[in-house]
């Protein structure tokens, strides 16, 4: 007991200091020892040494399953005392893929056995989509069960936890492990429960909240012998008994991208209601005093930050406007905060593009997964001020108790590895802030995935034409098609036009979500039409049908390029898995948001091409601008990661006196 006590004490009573990113000759230092690292450790080191696992496992083909469980409780034995080699590694790898074989139908080729080991020695593993992923996070976490700490196999979503367990439950039954699954509604003792399993599948969002939850409970124990005079007095107070997890000893990442790129923007907080009542009127009438406002003249909207800003003449009107209103509005500095931020909920944030209404609720829609997150609200007063846009009860503003960045969690860790099909564009970023390096797992077998280039149009209609155009085409030869717009809106609005057209088809979104399991089975079903956000575009498996290979497999339709080439990759990687045929296709105009966003840098092509309206201009021109444009858009994205984790290390250097009482 007193070992579990010290763990849970050293994890939650100390403050996690974070290093800031290094600057100057540090950062070049920095760099060169990330490429000798890659270097050290290759995708060649990694096969090479696969090649001799696999060359073993004949030794344990004709043994019984009785046998084999005794070969893995021996083996177990060694790594829960810590007298574990790599030898033994290399052996555990090789029990496992006959008990992958036997329990599940799958033996772990060549290439998923590298990519076991690179997860094994910290590194991220880039696997391409459909190369089996689920099961190789079995292998490394199996090992990490057996040393008796627990292991955290955390994706992007709960959706895919749920399914992982329960698909490779049989390969950790077999190795005498136990596996829990932390869903949402899950009550604390369930979630206890779950994080005290040998290995836990989690999304990052809900094993950072209840991290933050078990700091919160430990805030006012003062030291580890207090924790077990609390412990042996009991009762109501018991504090530990209420902690549900056991410490944060190893995580294996899945969408390892999407966990560590795309969340790390944002970070997490632990809030509750706050008690002032008169802001809820106050947010009530910033929104109608924004209404008042001349968008001409008034205030200016930024797209590519986006921000909003008051001209003087609009301060001057926001004052007239705000004379008879008395008490704070009174005062220009917080008068001119409430109305900006109801502007940035007018002009900024759209229905079924940033969030929905449920049941008179807005609920925000993630950006990257297209998936809804009914317990996240924006702060600062934006989340109110979206509600009196929309004329829906305003909640309370919440009162910030606890915060923490993805970036900050996952560096608590003390082994952390991760893998992904798109991750090569942030391989430096990865080593910068996690110091793991990225290994290429080459595919299993050759690829057959059709490119088509970019087609490129001046306008949105003319584009949405060409979209309709090429489903009828590619419909008629028998084959399914997948198509991922960018938001909900553009989702139904394509459906719209599909069903004027007499197309059958599906439509899977956020708000469409029930059958996702059925859509997404069916989608590669000969004639299938499926019409999906990026719900579609990450940890989906789409199997083809029978003779669909034949026809030319699934057709993949991308409806604008995204803020970043990972998320193109997402998609086009539903097609052309494990050796199928397949192609995809991306349609793109001028009005999409990625290019409206950055309308400096296009201006000038545009009077160049504006003889040209409404027609199509696909040209290497308008790819390679497209390209820079997402380009920029990362860097801008790093930027707001890079913030993020200047926040933390400023918090540790200014606030630290106060980091026990979080």
Known sequence: MDSILSAQWR???????????????????????????????????????????????????????????????????????????NADCHHAFTILREVAARTVGLRPYLEQVAAALALNAGCVAEMATGEGKTLVATMPAVLAGWRGRGCHVVTANDYLAKRDAELMQAIYGFCGLTVGCITPDMAPLERKQAYDAHVTYCTNKEVAADFLRDRLINASVRGL???????????????????????????????????????????????????????????????????????????????????????????????????????????????????????????????????????????????????????????????????????????????????????????????????????????????????????????????????????????????????????????????PILIGTGSIQESEHLSRRLNSEGIDHRLLNAVQHASEAQIIADAGQEGRITVSTNMAGRGTDIQLGPGVAELGGLHVIATERFSARRIDRQLSGRCARQGDPGSTQVFVSLEDELIQKNTPIIAAALRRFHCQQGREISSAFWRHMIGVLQRRAERASFRRRRDVLSADHWLDQHLGFAANDL
Not at 30 to 48: E, I, M
Not at 55 to 75: I, P, Q
Not at 250 to 256: Q, S
């Open 225 to 479: 012998p207090a924790l077990i005079l609390s412990k042996m007095v009991g009762g109501g107070a018991d504090r530990i008994g209420r902690l549900v997890q056991r410490g944060l000893a190893h995580a294996i990442v899945d969408e390892a991208d999407s966990v560590f790129i795309d969340d790390a923007s944002t970070p997490l907080l632990i809030s509750g209601d706050g008690p002032n009542q008169a802001q809820i009127q106050a947010y009530e009438q910033a929104a109608r005093l924004a209404a008042g406002l001349d968008p001409s003249n008034d205030y200016r909207v930024a797209r590519d930050q986006p921000t909003v800003s008051l001209t003087p003449s609009g301060k001057q009107h926001l004052a007239e406007l705000a004379e008879t209103l008395g008490g704070l509005w009174q005062g220009a500095r917080r008068r001119e905060e409430l109305v900006l931020q109801a502007l940035v909920a007018n002009a900024v944030y759209v229905r079924d593009k940033h969030y929905v209404l449920d049941n008179d609720k807005v609920v925000i829609v993630d950006e990257f997964t297209g998936r809804l997150m009914p317990d996240r609200t924006w702060r600062d007063g934006l989340h109110q001020a979206v509600e009196a846009k929309e004329g829906v009860p305003i909640n309370l503003p919440k009162d910030t108790f606890a915060r923490i960045s993805f970036q900050r969690f996952f560096r608590l860790y003390r082994k952390l590895s991760g893998m992904s099909g798109t991750v090569a564009e942030a391989k430096a970023e990865l080593w910068a802030i996690y110091r793991m390096p990225v290994i290429p797992i080459p595919t299993h077998r050759p690829c057959r995935r059709a490119v088509m280039p970019d087609r490129v149009f001046t306008t949105a209609a003319e584009k949405w034409q060409a979209v309709i155009a090429d489903i009828c085409t590619v419909h008629r030869t028998g084959r």
């Open 11 to 85: 994890m939650l009573s100390q403050p996690p200091m974070v290093e800031p990113l290094p600057r100057g000759l540090d950062r070049l230092w920095l760099q060169a020892t990330g490429l000798a690292g890659r270097l050290s450790r290759s995708a060649t080191h990694f096969l090479q040494q696969a090649d001799r696992i696999i060359d073993r496992e004949k030794v344990y083909r004709d043994v019984s399953d009785r046998k084999l469980r005794d070969f893995a409780a021996a083996l177990s034995h060694r790594f829960l005392l810590g007298r574990d080699t």
